[in-house]
């Protein structure tokens, strides 16, 4: 099974800074099919970002995804009020697998 | 507009069983894999099942896999998690998922999700 980290734990940032979140798997993905999801308090996920790059439906393009192999990053430019969430990665090429999450939390 | 409603979960003692549904609407149900996943409470995302538009490939995580059963009834747009020998670590909310972009892999994304059904085992 591949395990994905996720890292920080918890980031403190302010509405107009840049996050950058960090998904380490414990073996190479497949063709890079990972993804990302949002998750507010009491809903449910929201796909952000399929094939490690590609933006779901909807997705606004400060959000952005790059990486491959072990190492993948999910950046949103600049925080706005409504990005502040927990953030999982999840990977599809062997399995699936989700990561523990990345809580960004307003400083 | 996609539409996922979940039900069915609820307080069950360990060892017991309990089914969820899951219907769906706004979409071709019986084009779609369907999926679920949960979440223990204050916990992450962990994928429990996965089946194909039309039952012939049926995929279960390492943990539930033997005690339970996905199955669906595209007649009905309804897609369900039969649930056996439940253990205390199988609460938490249970989301039904369609599956999302097309890939070649035999598992994928989650483009839509339902609310979610709790579920609690405990004696």
């Known amino acids: 099974e591949i395990v994905l980290t996720q890292s920080p734990g918890t980031l403190s940032l302010s509405p107009g800074e840049r996050a950058t979140l960090s998904c380490r798997a414990s073996?190479?993905?497949?063709?890079?099919?990972l993804a990302w999801y949002q998750q507010k308090p009491g809903q449910a996920p929201r796909l952000l970002i399929y094939?490690?790059?590609s933006r779901a439906t909807g997705i606004p393009d400060r959000f952005s995804g790059s990486g491959s192999g072990t190492d993948f990053t999910l950046t949103i430019s600049r925080l706005e009020p409504e990005d502040f969430a927990v953030y999982y990665c999840?990977?599809?090429?062997?399995?699936?697998?989700f990561g523990g999450g990345t809580k960004v939390e307003i400083k | 507009e996609v539409q996922l409603v979940e039900s069915g979960g609820g307080l069950v003692k360990p060892g017991g069983s309990l089914r969820l549904s899951c219907v769906a609407s706004?979409?071709?149900?019986?084009?779609?894999?369907m999926n679920w996943v949960r979440q223990a409470p204050g916990k992450g995302l962990e994928w429990v099942s996965s089946?194909?538009?039309?039952?012939?490939?049926?995929y279960y995580g390492g943990s539930v896999k033997g005690r339970f059963t996905t199955s669906r009834d595209n007649a009905k747009n309804s897609l369900y998690l039969h649930m056996n020998s439940l253990r205390v670590e199988d609460t938490g909310v249970y989301y039904c998922?369609?599956?999302?972009?097309?890939?070649?892999?035999?598992?994928?994304?989650?483009?839509?999700w339902g609310q979610g059904t709790l579920v609690t085992v405990s004696s």
């Open positions: 094939g490690t790059s």
């Open positions: 089946i194909s538009s039309s039952s012939s490939h049926i």
């Open positions: 998922a369609r599956d999302g972009p097309p890939v070649p892999t035999a598992l994928g994304t989650f483009d839509y």
């Open positions: 706004g979409f071709t149900f019986s084009s779609q894999t």
């Open positions: 999840q990977q599809y090429g062997s399995s699936l697998t």
């Open positions: 073996q190479s993905v497949s063709s890079s099919y």
